[in-house]
């Protein structure tokens, strides 16, 4: 059985300096809770970089 006060209850946390339990709780200061996955933020693609077009004159040499 764990002697942490912050085990939730089952006697197995293993909770790491950072406060993350081998479960994938994390101590959030006040109990054991499983966090919200991070979003990823969106990245532009080449495909939706504009590329200027060059000058249409109308006349070909």
């Given amino acids: ?3 942490d006060p912050r085990c939730c209850g089952t006697g197995t946390c293993i909770i790491n300096a950072e406060g993350l339990c081998w479960c ?6 006040e109990k054991m809770c499983f ?5 990823l933020q969106a990245r532009p693609t ?10 249409n004159t109308g006349s070909h040499a």
Wanted: charge should be negative; proline fraction near 17%; hydrophobic fraction near 25%.
């Fill in 1 to 3: 059985m764990s002697d």
């Fill in 24 to 29: 994938g709780q994390r101590w959030d200061g």
């Fill in 35 to 39: 966090m919200p996955e991070p979003t």
């Fill in 46 to 55: 080449s495909a939706s970089v504009e590329v200027p077009s060059t000058p």
